[in-house]
């Protein structure tokens, strides 16, 4: 993992605010995102429920309409040609919707009949039972294919969309948070030094002041011993002394 | 007089009344079904029917086998049969022989006229085309637009000329939907068959003239029935049915008026054959279906041809006999093959 680094920034209480904000951020979207995330795979397994339910379903659907039309054949022949060119545009079309889940659109496609059944004379004079027969048989089986059609795509892209999220949620939780406390460490332990330094330095220079006035004190007792007067501090009135004229 | 063409009936066609004989005596037996009905997966179907007739004819397709092919290979051998024997037909029997052919021919053209009507190209409506139905000009169907065009270029060189001008119009074939105009054609088809068979006299027209009147009626109850809560009015129903039927005309007059199944049945309570049929007939499950009751009925008319002498019913009824056999065989194959054994008992038994 490259996450051992942390955010290059002057340490400052500033930035320890700023950090603070970003971590409270970054917390709340971790959160946030854990529940999308959740709500996906909450909706993605219903769907795999369905999806089951629906192919187990479909088995049995194609299986009745395979022997439906084994059945007409029987009685009518080989009518597949028939169906074939008779063939003028789809009378069953499928629409899409769009669908909403936790934010994320999802295709729902629903099938829809268009136009009259122009089969309905087929088999007239022969098997006509068995043609409504089947025609009612794959139409249920085109329903079913829809739905799961439908179903399936809805799988995917929510496949997809939670694993996004899920990275994302990981990313931030195993890496984004670490860096920002590490930074906020950081700050905090520059901040802390910086404190004990000044307070290092102010006492140095404390030292160095007593001895400076130490050895002043000194001084001052040494000229009051010889008789100058040190309390008072000298009089810039009575000094006499003429100062010579500043020419520039 | 029946006497002398019984006697002069052998010059023509003796050896091919032989051969159709010769031909009968190798459709599957209600054993050969049993042994098939007990086939577990395609290849054994393809092991008990190498004991039959048919031999070897699926030794050299690939495995795995897939019914379609069963059922082309099983097409193609009657076709193989039908074309020799029309080859070595002369007349009256080459005419009748081609009268059968005419109802493939009707199925053909409806093909290649919705085919051409949607733009379909040429080659790929031919080889759908069922081969003993063709005729010369099916290559040159693609160069007519419309139904109309159709007629005058190509259709009306075809034997079935006489069949379109007799009920339709010109517009009538732009304007209508394509299944009427099939039955109609079919309609002419019958009638005009039966009036050949008549006239051909003997036992030819006893026998054909019994199994034409029976698919005449057939198809007048089937088109009623079916056409129960569809488009088609009762006008147009009532020009879909055959005449040459025993339901001509008080049958048909009184199925034209009919609105729903009871009414059917009431009309067919007249004739006791085919009441019989309407009597066990239903659609609940374990039942059979009416269908099925007239495709037995047919099988039974058609193996009963075979009982008389010197005619040419018995080409009409072998053609008929083993189409029924390959519908059978092509049901039992589904069912191995869909591992649905429920209804594998819902052949028609031949023999």
């Not at chain 2, 051969?19 to 599957?28: A, E, S, W």
């Amino acid at each position: 993992m490259s996450g051992k680094d942390r955010i290059a920034v002057f340490p400052s209480r500033m930035a320890q605010t700023t950090m603070k904000s970003r971590l409270a951020g970054a917390q709340k979207g971790h959160s946030l995102l854990k529940k999308k995330a959740d709500a996906l795979t909450l909706r993605f397994r219903a769907i795999l429920k369905k999806i089951i339910e629906t192919k187990v379903l479909m088995g049995e659907v194609m299986k009745e309409a395979a022997f439906s039309a084994a059945q007409a054949k029987f009685v009518i022949g080989d009518f597949n040609h028939v169906v074939l060119q008779n063939v003028t545009k789809a009378q069953t079309k499928v629409r899409s919707k769009k669908d909403n889940v936790a934010g994320v659109t999802l295709p729902v496609f629903e099938h829809y009949g268009d136009g009259s059944d122009s089969y309905e004379l087929a088999g007239l004079a022969r098997g006509g039972q068995q043609v409504s027969k089947i025609k009612k048989n794959y139409a249920k089986a085109v329903e079913l294919l829809v739905e799961l059609a439908s179903l399936q795509t809805s799988f995917i892209t929510l496949d997809e969309v939670i694993k996004i999220t899920n990275r994302r949620v990981n990313a931030i939780e195993y890496v984004i948070i670490p860096r920002i406390e590490r930074t906020l460490q950081y700050i905090i332990t520059e901040l802390d030094e910086r404190e004990r330094e000044e307070f290092f330095r102010l006492k140095k220079v404390q030292g160095k002041k007593k001895a400076i006035k130490a050895i002043a004190e000194i001084k001052r007792l040494e000229l009051k011993a010889l008789g100058v007067d040190v309390d008072n501090p000298a009089d810039m009135l009575k000094d006499t002394h003429e100062d010579e004229d500043l020419l520039f | 007089m029946t006497g002398l063409s019984e006697l002069y009936f052998n010059i023509d066609s003796g050896y091919l009344e032989g051969l159709v004989r010769g031909f009968k005596g190798g459709i599957l037996k209600q054993n050969d079904y049993l042994n098939l009905v007990q086939c577990e997966t395609l290849d054994d179907l393809k092991l008990h029917l190498q004991s039959t007739d048919y031999g070897n004819f699926l030794a050299n397709e690939p495995s795995p086998l897939t019914v379609s092919v069963i059922d082309d290979k099983l097409k193609e051998k009657l076709v193989v049969e039908f074309q020799h024997i029309r080859n070595h037909a002369v007349e009256p029997l080459s005419t009748f022989l081609d009268y059968i052919t005419y109802s493939y021919m009707i199925d053909n053209i409806i093909l290649l006229i919705t085919g051409t009507l949607h733009s379909r190209p040429i080659t790929e409506l031919i080889p759908k085309c069922h081969p003993l139905g063709s005729f010369e000009e099916m290559e040159a169907i693609h160069i007519a637009g419309t139904p109309a065009e159709l007629y005058n270029a190509v259709l009306v060189d075809t034997p079935l000329a006489p069949f379109f001008v007799d009920c339709i119009s010109e517009q009538d074939l732009d304007e209508m939907n394509i299944e009427i105009i099939r039955n109609t054609l079919y309609k002419a088809y019958l009638e005009d068959f039966h009036v050949y068979c008549s006239e051909l006299g003997g036992a030819t027209a006893e026998v054909m003239c019994e199994i034409l009147a029976f698919e005449a009626d057939r198809r007048a109850f089937i088109i009623t029935i079916n056409s129960f809560g569809t488009e088609l009015t009762k006008d147009d129903r009532a020009k879909l049915y055959p005449r040459c039927g025993k339901l001509h005309p008080d049958g048909l007059a009184a199925l034209a008026r009919a609105d729903e199944y009871e009414q059917v049945r009431a009309v067919a309570e007249f004739y006791a054959e085919y009441k019989q049929l309407f009597d066990g007939a239903g659609n609940n499950p374990g039942d059979k279906t009416l269908e099925d009751k007239f495709f037995e009925h047919e099988v039974k008319l058609n193996v009963n041809a075979f009982m008389q002498q010197f005619h040419f019913g018995v080409f009409y009824s072998y053609v008929k006999l083993k189409e029924q056999e390959v519908r059978n065989i092509v049901w039992i194959a589904e069912c191995v093959a869909q591992r649905h054994r429920a209804k594998i008992d819902s052949y028609i038994p031949i023999l």
